[in-house]
């Protein structure tokens, strides 16, 4: 800091100061007018004052008293302040105008220490008293010499020990939670298990309530043994078995059924039974269903009773019994039939003058049926499903097959030398006959007018049409309902007012339109159109409704016209009124009284 002092100007020598020397430096003298400047540098200002005469020199805001915790003042001394760690914490200077306070590596509080966030020791954390805390993260050990770790879980906290963990609170056994999450250490007595019961887990014997399996527990030990002789082989007729991992698979043949359920393995016969050899019965055979014998049926006495199902023989001269002796083969009730194979060509069954018959089955043949005299069926006779639908036909050698058409539309035509064959119909002068697709089994007949009636009908609306044109708008009587006074052959549908021709020929129409104008004394170009499928005719009339009937006039329009139509050709019919004022809105009606459509085949 500079000296200062006090500057005359114009003095005599010798009575004021004529040099100012600082800290550093030569003296300086004042100038001509006895002027020197002061001028502060850095944190120093120099505040000069005329009226007290006063050069006033400051510096920055400095602190000069440092307050600690104890709430005693620190002052420099000769410049300096002292900044030392206490108790588990450390000073460094790291750069020049810098002071870095830290944690010691190895921090031993000896009161409680509190920490808003999370706790991240590198080392162990030994607490002689409670630890309470969202994240503890101790990467060596965490020894508590309290009573309680609080881990607070509500708010997603995290407890984590790389190394052992000490609860001196606890004594030896297993650590477990409460509800609230308070741990504590349990043991159960010898060969307990902890076991979980739906809530806590609880200490608990292995036991067997059947006595089946022998428990014996040991300090640490369980020992597991059978409760009576258990076999471990099993013979069969042919080979042993032994079981896989405590497992025995028995299983059935195609006869024989097996079930397990529980503790019991049930064997049965199956329902329906396939022998590779034979089948010998003292007594008797029952069966609910079908009975095959590929190789033959003997019957040595008594008789064939089939209460339900049928008989399948391969060999019919074996039922000895019941055909060659004086036993009755019978059927109450035969599901399927009577079935006998034999090579094709040969008989399969046969009665040297007896019937064959079944009260309610079938006789099913694969090769064909011959009847002696007569073949009777009181409900069903089935053909195999390789015969097409058809007509039964018996040929000359007596043999009765199924018949069909070749063509569609084919009828069964009588014929007094070959017998009836499939032909068609044939269309005579004025007659023409169009037949049906597949699967319809139609024949259209119709009259094509050469000397017959002739198509002519009547109609006109039912009600009046309102507002039915007026302003360019072609209204189509498509979707009016129409009376019909006559139609001679129902060409006219009344509820879509179309015609459609049923022949080839020339009509003739007649389309007379009573209307009444929306404007009177206004000119209306009223266009009467007939449609056909290939093209649409018009007339065209320009008509203006005068005073004299008032708006109740109507104005007539007609139009006749000559058309060459198509079996099938539809006609629909059309009017439109426009007026040369062409702000006017659809206005014009239709008189049902006064409008009819007729027409006429004229040729």
Not at 50 to 76: K, R, Y
Not at 213 to 223: D, K, P, R, Y
Not at 228 to 257: E, M, Q, R, S, Y
Not at 423 to 439: D, E, V
Request: include cysteine.
């Amino acid at each position: 800091m500079s000296q200062s002092g006090a500057l005359f100007v114009n003095a005599p020598v010798g009575a004021g100061v004529l040099t100012i020397t600082g800290n550093n430096g030569l003296p300086v003298s004042p100038t001509e007018l006895g002027d020197v400047e002061i001028i502060g540098a850095g944190d120093i200002t120099v505040t000069g004052d005329p009226e007290t005469n006063t050069l006033t020199i400051t510096s920055a805001a400095v602190a000069t008293g440092f307050t600690a915790d104890d709430t005693l003042i620190a002052h420099p001394a000769a410049g300096n302040l002292n900044i030392f760690g206490g108790a588990n914490i450390t000073t460094s200077v790291p750069a020049a105008n810098t002071i870095q306070i830290a944690l010691t590596n190895n921090v031993n509080i000896t009161g409680l220490l509190n920490v808003a966030g999370k706790v991240d020791v590198g080392g162990a954390i030994v607490a002689m008293g409670n630890i309470t805390g969202k994240d503890l993260t101790a990467n060596d050990s965490l020894v508590v010499n309290g009573v309680s770790v609080t881990h607070d879980i509500n708010n997603n906290g995290v407890l984590i020990s790389t190394g052992p963990t000490q609860l001196s609170a606890l004594g030896i056994g297993v650590v477990q939670a409460s509800a609230v999450g308070i741990l504590s250490s349990t043991y159960g007595t010898n060969g307990q298990l902890l076991i979980g019961s739906g809530a806590a887990p609880v200490w608990s014997n292995i036991t067997s309530p059947d006595g089946t399996i022998v428990v014996t527990n040991g300090a640490g030990t369980i020992s597991l043994s059978s409760g009576a002789a258990v076999a471990t082989t099993f013979n069969g007729k042919a080979g042993t078995a032994v079981p896989a991992f405590g497992a025995l698979t028995i299983t059935g043949d195609a006869n024989i059924n097996t079930v397990g359920a529980g503790r019991t393995i049930t064997t049965s016969l199956a329902n329906n039974i396939t022998l590779g050899g034979s089948l010998t019965t003292g007594t008797t055979i029952t069966s609910g269903g079908i009975i095959t014998a590929n190789a033959g049926l003997t019957v040595t006495a008594g008789n064939a009773n089939i209460n339900a199902g049928g008989l399948t023989v391969g060999g019919i001269s074996q039922l000895v019994g019941a055909v060659t002796s004086g036993g009755t083969f019978t059927s109450n009730s035969l599901g399927s039939g009577f079935v006998a194979n034999s090579a094709a060509g040969m008989n399969a069954f046969s009665t040297t003058n007896g019937n064959v018959a079944t009260a309610n089955g079938n006789i099913i043949s694969t090769y064909g049926t011959t009847a002696g005299s007569h073949l009777v069926a009181t409900t069903d006779l089935t053909l195999p499903a390789t015969v097409l639908p058809g007509v039964l036909m018996n040929a000359s050698s007596g043999l009765v097959s199924s018949t069909t058409g070749t063509q569609d539309g084919q009828l069964l035509i009588a014929d007094s030398v070959l017998g009836p064959v499939w032909n068609k119909l044939t269309a005579g002068t004025g007659i023409a006959i169009t037949y049906g697709g597949p699967s319809t089994g139609n024949i259209t007949i119709t009259n094509t007018g050469v000397g017959g009636s002739k198509a002519a009908f009547f109609a006109q609306p039912s009600a009046n049409i309102t507002k039915a044109t007026g302003d360019g708008y072609i209204y189509l009587f498509t979707g009016t309902t129409c009376t019909s006074v006559f139609d001679v052959l129902g060409n006219f549908n009344l509820s879509t007012s179309t015609f459609t021709a049923l022949t080839t020929g020339v009509y003739q129409f007649n389309f007379i339109v009573g209307i009444a104008l929306g404007d009177l004394n206004t000119p209306y170009l009223i266009t009467q159109f007939i449609y056909t499928p290939f093209s649409q005719f018009f007339n065209k009339n320009m008509i203006t409704q005068g005073n004299a009937g008032g708006t109740s006039a109507i104005i007539s329009a007609e139009f006749t016209l000559n058309l060459y139509l198509n079996l099938g050709d539809i006609i629909t019919f059309g009017i439109q009124a426009t007026s040369s004022k062409t702000h006017l809105s659809r206005n014009c009606d239709i008189f049902a009284a006064k409008t009819y459509i007729q027409g006429i085949q004229i040729s």
